[in-house]
């Protein structure tokens, strides 16, 4: 069990004072039996008329912003505090017909499940699928949590992490044909890849903690983080980060899920003005722990 911090600071600027729209954030964390959220506070600059909060179609607690003021500059701060316990279900709770690949859904589930078990972006080649059966055994029943590792770690071991000024998700095909990407372009191929074997996948965002320890870098922290999940009979939704090659939770702070990225922006708004107006933008977050130990990396 671990306490996180974490505080994340948008902020951006501008050539001269402008208006504002309604801005979206999503920051709060998903209350679960493996995080527990235990304080929350937002600060806006400049002060906003109005904060309210509602749920969207997926549950997520989703905060809209409106601000009448106008001004050269736009903060938005956020800071949270939750209790974490580790947790990787995989196959020791996994019903036992869903231990070998393929399986099929319950009836009853797969009617729901159904939005996420279909692929969502296009691929005439199939190149998303064919490199996604390359890690099913032939011939021989394959085990299902063994062939969702290997994904995932293929991912982690044979695609470069970059980070990049576009807005926007890459296309799992675009991905897998430059071998590179965020994290957000990863959970995204994992997804459409688990979905192209038949399973239901949904998108995460969140934040990741990096420990300042020897060992394996890991990557994507510093801003917002993105994995996927892999729905499982009897473990349920189970977490896949192929950007680090991690399943389960570890270090792993959940915000938001959706069937698709665009659904899961952590900020998004809008400003009157022309895009010369727009002079940039500073992220900053850091994730600690009770101990203090953590990391404090800008974008």
Same mark, same amino acid.
């Given at each position: 069990?671990?306490?996180?911090?974490?505080?994340?600071?948008?902020?951006?600027?501008?050539? *001269?004072? &402008?208006?504002?729209?309604?801005?979206?954030?999503?920051?709060?964390?998903?209350?679960?039996? =493996?995080?527990?959220?235990?304080?929350?506070?937002?600060?806006?600059?400049?002060?906003?008329?109005?904060?309210?909060?509602?749920?969207?179609?997926?549950? +997520?607690?989703?905060?809209?912003?409106?601000?009448?003021? #106008?001004?050269?500059?736009?903060?938005?701060?956020?800071?949270?505090?939750?209790?974490?316990?580790?947790?990787?279900?995989? =196959?020791?709770?996994?019903?036992?017909?869903?231990?070998?690949?393929?399986? #099929?859904?319950?009836?009853?589930?797969? @009617? /729901?499940?159904?939005?996420?078990?279909?692929?969502?972006?296009? =691929?005439? /080649? =199939?190149?998303?699928?064919?490199?996604?059966?390359?890690?099913?055994?032939?011939?021989?029943?394959?085990?299902?949590?063994?062939?969702?590792?290997?994904?995932?770690?293929? @991912? *982690?071991?044979?695609?470069?992490?970059?980070?990049?000024?576009?807005?926007?998700?890459?296309?799992?095909?675009?991905?897998?044909?430059?071998?590179?990407?965020?994290?957000?372009?990863?959970?995204?191929?994992?997804?459409?890849?688990?979905?192209?074997?038949?399973?239901?996948?949904?998108?995460?965002? %969140?934040? @990741?903690?990096?420990? $300042?320890? $020897?060992?394996? &870098?890991?990557?994507?922290?510093?801003?917002?983080? #993105?994995?996927?999940?892999?729905?499982?009979?009897?473990?349920?939704?189970? !977490?896949? /980060?192929?950007? +680090?090659?991690?399943?389960?939770?570890?270090?792993?702070? *959940?915000?938001?899920?959706?069937?698709?990225?665009?659904? #899961?922006?952590?900020?998004?708004?809008?400003?009157? %003005?022309?895009?010369?107006?727009?002079?940039?933008?500073?992220?900053?977050? +850091?994730?600690?722990? !009770?101990?203090?130990?953590?990391?404090?990396?800008?974008?």
């Amino acid at each position: 069990m671990t306490i996180f911090s974490v505080q994340h600071l948008t902020a951006y600027r501008y050539a *001269r004072p &402008v208006t504002f729209g309604q801005h979206r954030l999503m920051f709060r964390p998903r209350d679960s039996f =493996d995080q527990t959220l235990l304080s929350c506070s937002l600060d806006v600059f400049p002060p906003p008329d109005a904060v309210r909060w509602i749920h969207d179609v997926f549950g +997520n607690c989703i905060a809209l912003i409106d601000i009448a003021k #106008a001004s050269s500059e736009l903060r938005i701060r956020t800071l949270i505090r939750l209790d974490h316990t580790a947790h990787v279900p995989l =196959d020791l709770e996994m019903d036992r017909q869903a231990f070998g690949f393929p399986f #099929a859904y319950d009836p009853e589930e797969a @009617i /729901d499940l159904e939005p996420t078990i279909l692929r969502h972006y296009p =691929d005439p /080649d =199939d190149s998303v699928g064919k490199w996604a059966q390359q890690f099913v055994p032939i011939g021989k029943t394959a085990r299902t949590g063994h062939v969702l590792m290997t994904l995932c770690y293929a @991912i *982690r071991e044979s695609f470069s992490y970059v980070r990049r000024n576009e807005h926007g998700t890459q296309h799992p095909a675009e991905t897998l044909r430059l071998r590179s990407g965020t994290c957000r372009d990863f959970a995204l191929l994992m997804t459409e890849a688990t979905r192209s074997l038949g399973l239901a996948a949904r998108f995460v965002t %969140g934040y @990741i903690y990096v420990p $300042d320890r $020897d060992g394996p &870098v890991m990557l994507g922290g510093g801003s917002t983080h #993105a994995w996927c999940q892999v729905y499982l009979p009897g473990a349920g939704w189970v !977490e896949f /980060d192929p950007t +680090n090659g991690i399943v389960g939770n570890h270090d792993l702070i *959940r915000v938001g899920v959706a069937r698709d990225p665009g659904q #899961a922006i952590p900020l998004s708004g809008s400003y009157d %003005g022309g895009p010369t107006d727009f002079a940039g933008m500073d992220v900053q977050v +850091n994730v600690t722990t !009770e101990q203090g130990y953590g990391s404090a990396t800008r974008d």
